[in-house]
């Protein structure tokens, strides 16, 4: 088994995972799931960059595409003016990580050269041109496993054994990254929760999360405020935090290195204490 990376190479900076880090969650969008339209407007998107990055953000990913179920892609015109100027005056202004949330080759290149140092594609970085994009930048990225597209994804998501089909495909998906030029210390994974699952598939990926830190490359979650906290709490979305909370500790207990979430001071202390409190190596299961 490979020896996971502690450190991300993000083209010119190295984020250290030595111990887990909170990504912060910035959508540029009029539609997102829990925050749309909040923070639409650039000048208000730089502004609550800097609140994410003061309560603790090592990254700020940036997205201009909602992927809620259910939701449309923007134009790419519109998905580049929404994320490149944005990540232009972050990346002058700020000392972390800033992440393009993107599938298009267009949008991956200009962000990066924009200065965003990770391309976060929840379609896996399927399309070769992507691939080549980021492997020409230096970037990272973090390849996410998705059924379907956001459209119809929550139709009738179908799986005979999602723990091994989810970490298959991201097995595949890094070994397509790798052999595009992108390096191992350059990769992290993501098993996309919600994305075309259901319940019963989200808490299964859940049981067996340790099962996605032996990809040689580290692992990426996001749990904040979505529909299996809400089906698992019985809470409407703005009431998700202390379910979020939970399933960050346990994530980072797990083994998760990158805990996306909205909501990032109290993530830092849930994921702080979940990692504090993980089981020594000795009791863990190996694959
Ligand atoms: N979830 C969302 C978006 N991007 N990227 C990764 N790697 N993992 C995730 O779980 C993930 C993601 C959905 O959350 P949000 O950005 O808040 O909503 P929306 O897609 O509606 O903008």
Redesign the pocket.
């Known amino acids: 088994m490979p020896e996971t990376p502690q450190t991300l190479r993000c083209g010119s900076r190295h984020l250290d995972l030595s111990a887990p880090v909170v990504m912060g969650?910035l959508?540029v969008?009029p539609?997102?799931?829990?925050?749309?339209g909040r923070w639409f407007e650039p000048a208000r998107a730089v502004e609550r960059a800097r609140e994410l990055v003061a309560e603790g953000a090592a990254i700020v990913d940036v997205?201009g595409e909602?992927?809620?179920p259910g939701?449309q892609p923007p134009p790419v015109a519109e998905e580049l003016r929404r994320v490149v100027p944005v990540i232009r005056a972050l990346a002058a202004e700020l000392d972390v990580v800033i992440s393009v949330?993107t599938s298009r080759p267009e949008v991956a290149a200009a962000a990066v050269e924009a200065g965003a140092g990770l391309v976060?594609d929840?379609r896996g970085l399927r399309d070769p041109a992507t691939r080549a994009a980021v492997a020409a930048s230096g970037a990272a990225v973090?390849v996410?496993h998705m059924q379907g597209e956001p459209p119809t994804m929550q139709v009738a998501p179908a799986y005979v054994d999602v723990v091994a089909e989810v970490r298959a495909y991201l097995a595949e998906r890094v070994a397509a990254c790798r052999a595009a030029g992108i390096g191992a210390d350059a990769i992290v994974v993501?098993p996309?929760?919600?994305f075309g699952k259901t319940l019963e598939h989200n808490l299964a990926l859940f049981a067996a999360l340790e099962r996605f830190t032996t990809l040689g490359v580290p692992l990426?979650?996001?749990l904040?405020?979505k529909s299996l906290v809400g089906a698992v709490t019985g809470r409407p979305v703005e009431q998700r935090l202390a379910g979020s909370l939970a399933a960050a500790a346990l994530a980072a207990s797990r083994g998760a290195r990158i805990v996306?979430a909205?909501d990032v001071a109290p993530t830092l202390d849930a994921v702080r204490m979940g990692w504090a409190a993980r089981p020594a190596p000795a009791t863990r299961s190996s694959t």
């Not at 539609?31 to 749309?36: E, K, M, Q, R």
């Open positions: 969650v959508n969008t539609d997102s799931f829990s925050d749309g997205g909602s992927t809620r939701a949330d976060n929840v973090c996410m993501d996309g929760f919600g990426l979650v996001g904040s405020r996306r909205h």
